[in-house]
Nanobody, 126 residues
Framework: QVQLVESGGGLVQAGGSLRLSCAASRRTFDKYVMGWFRQAPGKERECVAA????????VYADSVKGRFTISRDNAKNTVYLQMNSLKPEDTAVYYC???????????????????WGQGTQVTVSS
């Protein structure tokens, strides 16, 4: 079992930045593909970014490319999401997720992730 705890959400003006963190409880954190998802009211939960165990491969949703950066520090069992140039449409609850396996196959499919955090609210005002 892996416990994931997100932090770093909050209220920010459009054009501003936030950095989300997700701390994992398990020592084998480096064997997991990690993803960040978000869910806005009335919308489906979508993947915004994912990263392999080594960090050498990442994937982003088109809507956040060039603005968001996912990274990880396996020594700290933590994955990050740096969000720049935030827009009101980025407002959502952001979730961290972990996918079991060898940590090398990226996926943006929600159902393929095994563990989820409780979410952190990000609100971008116009």
């Amino acid at each position: 079992q892996v416990q994931l705890v997100e932090s770093g959400g909050g209220l920010v003006q459009a054009g501003g930045s936030l950095r989300l963190s997700c701390a994992a409880s398990r020592r084998t954190f480096d064997k997991y593909v990690m993803g960040w998802f978000r869910q806005a009211p009335g919308k489906e939960r979508e993947c915004v970014a994912a990263i392999t165990w080594s960090g050498d491969s990442t994937v982003y949703a088109d809507s956040v490319k060039g603005r968001f950066t996912i990274s990880r520090d396996n020594a700290k069992n933590t994955v990050y999401l740096q969000m720049n140039s935030l827009k009101p449409e980025d407002t959502a609850v952001y979730y961290c997720a972990a996918k079991r396996g060898r940590g090398v196959v990226l996926t943006t499919t929600r159902s393929e992730y095994d563990y989820w955090g409780q979410g952190t609210q990000v609100t971008v005002s116009s």
